[in-house]
């Protein structure tokens, strides 16, 4: 077991969250690139040098903390949301950094540190992990924009000097990512730990019903094709024939509605919406988006309408690394008997894109009340520490 | 029998058109107060004065061609909606006109004509007749504002010297009105007539689910409070439950929906949309209203949530006067034997408001598609003479 310090650790964690304090709470305002983001980030590259760490800074301003020669990298993100938590990605650098540094001191193992950027996404998903995989390409990145039509490239020109060339990730044995769960498992059922056995596959696409607008007050019930009824309807069958398909673990959403005209007084004559599907098993988001199409083309036909079907965006499952993934959960029952579990991770992480380089794991640790992305988000500061002794022990 | 001149009200019709003629098939462009709105008024005022009427403006710009003594009044509305077409109201201002210029050239019966203003709701809902009949307080009129904050006030100065004095409604008799269907009920059918019974009662309320918003990734179903789910679970048992109470001509429509964050991977935190209903029977609108209150309360219990109700917006359903009704069914009869029908009015019109002063009646004829409020409202014009010869057949 590496010799952590849990106060060090708890420590850095409070040092951290004060650059960008939003003033509310222990929430935080650092997105990617910002003042704040990049004085967090000289901030870590201090920690790094006192902790024995080469600093190294990839050409998207991701943050490197290398050991000498070749060694496990930990680590997770430091930018937050616009209004983000103190904990969604900063907990899993200075974990690492805690592990890397301790380690050092230890004498071994050897443990290189990384906080990624833009994971939050102002210019994409994942953004500076992405593009170090090669999920996204490398000399595409700078042209993205973010909301405001700001470039990539002109995003990390803030960052100057500091840019330097792509690190090598033959040096890495393999990547682990300690992480707030985000959701509300492990806190409802009194979880502790949760081993990430694969981070789920996205399937998302905007499905339209183009039915007759028609006047709310002349048209009767009995000669309306109204696209609102149509959702209504096919939302209720998809859940129905769902049911055989799914596990527990399978998620889907219709998050975003549009009608159109969007009035009162007229039935509406379009109706747009977003279905979002995530699970670990491809072949079963297959067989989902079969029933999705299927359902949505016969409650069109069944209602006289039109369906029409956007472009789909898929994000493939990603397993982790089962000899990652069996230490962490020896080490995690030996911490907390009885108080883990083998879950799935529902959002993405950076640990989606470095397991196309390397074998990759992540531990996840309770979420108070499944909140993030939000400046209330909290966990338990026994809980911070019982992950941190699982990855202590299950890499030591 | 009224020896009516169906080519002089077909003429006049064409003529009414060309001014405020959108460009696009017979679409007419001649909102409330605007200058073609205005044209429109003075060229029917000529018209009025050439069939021996009294040319009478009040003060909302209503523009009246008074018989001499006690009289019918008859008439619709010369303004359109922003995009509008050739008929709506325009067509029960030339049957109007036609009649009464035939009565007066027969000798009797004695008919006035009125163009009401505002009908399209510019500044309200049937505002010029409401005012005058006192549905609206003639007094705060003035202060009522369209959509870009002008005031009623300022866009009726632009009628300037004509404006006048309340007309006394006791000189009329009552009022009868002929309009387009604006629906599918008579297209559909093959019916040449409707003979309105009621015009509609109107409830409409907006209805709020307050569940809990959640990561679309890491919120398992179970867990989960989607208020887009409350809505669809309250759309499909009100569907059900109003099957027991509802006539083929009550009407029910969501039109309007808005979810909050409203994002592919945010589940609803909060669904707001509108309800309203439609009958000529108040015992059957509040038995709708019981049931739409009980099932949203009963889903939002069901799923965790709160369910909020807006403030009810509440037209009374308003009965057209039996013996006026009477005679325009025999006359339909006579005119187009077994291609006529009773009906509900699923819309409101300017005989809402005159059944408060005297009593009213309403004849329909079909609308092409159903379609209205746009440039493509069309009847073809043997309908539009028939329409005529029952009016002529019933008040002569």
Not at 134 to 148: I, P
Not at 283 to 292: G, Q, S, W
Not at 324 to 332: E, Q
Not at 377 to 395: C, F, H, P
Request: net charge negative; aromatic share 6%.
């Amino acid at each position: 077991m590496i010799p952590v310090n849990p106060d060090r650790f708890r420590s850095d964690l409070h040092a951290l969250r004060q650059i960008g304090a939003a003033g509310q709470g222990k929430g935080v305002i650092r997105p990617a690139y910002t003042p704040d983001d990049i004085a967090a980030r000289d901030w870590l590259a201090g920690r790094f040098a006192e902790a024995g760490l080469e600093v190294a800074w990839d050409p998207m301003g991701s943050l490197f903390g290398l050991a000498p020669g070749r060694s496990l990298l930990m680590g997770s993100h430091s930018d937050t949301q616009p209004e983000g938590g103190w904990l969604d990605g900063a907990l899993g650098v200075i974990a690492a950094l805690e592990i890397a540094r301790a380690a050092q001191e230890a004498g071994g193992p050897a443990v290189s540190v990384v906080s990624f950027q833009d994971e939050e996404g102002r210019f994409g998903v994942t953004t500076g992990s992405a593009a170090w995989s090669g999920a996204l390409d490398r000399t595409a990145v700078d042209g993205l924009t973010d909301r405001d039509g700001v470039t990539l490239a002109q995003a990390r020109s803030a960052m100057g000097h500091r840019l330097g060339d792509w690190i090598d990730p033959a040096r890495f044995t393999g990547f682990v990512e300690m992480h707030i769960e985000q959701g509300p498992l492990l806190d409802q059922t009194g979880g502790k730990i949760g081993v990430v056995e694969a981070i789920v596959g996205i399937r998302d696409m905007v499905i339209r019903f183009e039915g007759q607008q028609n006047h709310a007050g002349t048209t009767p019930m009995a000669l309306r094709r109204d696209a609102f009824q149509a959702l209504s309807a096919f939302n209720t069958k998809v859940n129905d024939r769902f049911a055989n398909v799914v596990t527990p673990a399978t998620v889907w959403t219709i998050g975003h509605v549009a009608l159109h005209p969007n009035a009162h007084s007229v039935v509406p004559g379009r109706a747009s919406f977003s279905m979002q599907w995530r699970d670990i098993d491809p072949d079963r988001l297959t067989r989902m988006e079969v029933i999705i199409r299927d359902t949505a083309a016969e409650v069109a036909d069944d209602m006289g309408m039109a369906a029409e079907f956007g472009s789909m965006l898929g994000v493939a499952p990603v397993a982790m690394d089962a000899g990652l993934r069996g230490r962490l959960c020896v080490a995690a029952e030996a911490e907390t008997p009885g108080a883990w579990r083998e879950m799935p991770s529902g959002a993405l992480h950076d640990a989606s894109n470095m397991a196309r380089l390397m074998p990759s794991a992540m531990l996840f640790v309770p979420s108070i009340g499944g909140i993030s992305h939000d400046f209330a988000e909290d966990t338990a500061e026994a809980d911070l520490v019982t992950g941190l002794k699982v990855l202590a022990r299950a890499l030591g």
